[in-house]
């Protein structure tokens, strides 16, 4: 419980949080010793003030889960979610109206309390499907017929993990609907300030950035380091130095807030290996200004 997770200098449009709040390696290091996970959500809203659902991807959500989030979370708390897998990779966006009614609906219950809503997208590959992977057609003509079922009043974000998808074509789609695209770092992607240095990826009146790190990779160094006997938990302490990737952000950071914009920022465990301690370190870096 020693993290400095001082929100006070934050400028109120930046929204800082993790990806997921149900880390159980987190008991003693950000949550207090004996918590238990009923007690997860109100000890993290006491200390941040959003959060992204990830387990929204792997299964539809229940409404009586989403009224009990809704419940536990003070006014002011904003949840982000990310978009059912059944929609997002097994429909792919076709087929899908049902289920996608389904999850606005499971949201309801949320009210102002309903932040951004992520649709994650798998990485194609060139072995797979050579020409979608280095044109991604089939993908926005799946997207471009979707938007439209998408309410006037639902933030919603884009993150696909291909590079090459990132041109001109779908820029302007997502810019047409105020659809914003997810900046991250992520192995096959390039960083969010990399991105944006090459071109305007800002898309819509909000900017959601997300911190996810290379999986296999962190699953395997946390695996050597528990047979080592250097680690008891998977996700208890950052084991990766992410500084300087963390630093090149403030600058770019600054300048989005300077354009009047919401920014979104979440950090998975994967990042560093312990998302809480990702945080503690943005925070810093945002006092020194990234210098």
């Known amino acids: 419980m020693s993290l400095d997770l001082d929100l006070a200098g934050l400028p109120p449009q930046l929204h800082l949080g993790t990806s997921s709040f149900s880390s159980a390696d987190w008991i003693g290091n950000f949550y207090p010793h004996g918590a238990k996970p009923a007690d997860f959500l109100g000890h993290y809203a006491s200390r941040l003030r959003t959060v992204e659902i990830d387990s929204t991807w792997h299964a539809m959500p229940a409404v009586r889960t989403v009224e009990s989030w809704a419940r536990r979370a003070p006014e002011g708390f904003i949840f982000s979610l990310k978009v059912p897998k059944t929609i997002s990779h097994e429909h792919y966006l076709k087929g899908c ?21 992520v649709l994650q997208f798998p990485y194609i590959s060139r072995s797979r499907a050579p020409e979608e992977w280095s044109s991604g057609e089939e993908f926005l003509r799946r997207l471009r017929d979707f938007l ?3 309410p006037d009043d639902l933030r919603l974000v884009v993150e696909v993990r291909n590079a090459a998808w990132v041109e001109p074509p779908l820029l302007d789609l997502l810019r047409s609907k105020n ?3 997810a900046l991250v770092e992520y192995y096959t992607m390039p960083s969010g300030p990399e991105l944006l240095e090459k071109m305007d990826a800002v898309t819509a009146d909000f900017v959601y950035g997300r911190f996810l790190g290379h999986h296999r990779e962190m699953d395997l160094l946390v695996a050597k380091a528990r047979e080592e006997g250097t680690r008891k938990g998977d996700w208890e302490s950052l084991i990766v130095d992410r500084r300087e990737d963390t630093k090149r952000w403030i600058p770019t950071l600054q300048s989005l807030l300077g354009r009047n914009l919401d920014v979104f920022l979440y950090f998975n465990n994967h990042y560093a290996g312990f998302a809480p301690g990702s945080i503690e370190l ?5 006092k020194e200004g990234g210098e």
């Open 179 to 181: 659809v914003a695209l």
């Open 282 to 286: 943005f925070l810093e870096l945002w």
């Open 148 to 150: 439209p079922t998408v």
């Open 97 to 117: 109206e049902a289920e996608w009614n389904e999850f606005l609906r499971a949201l309801e219950p949320l009210g102002e309390k309903r932040g951004p809503v």
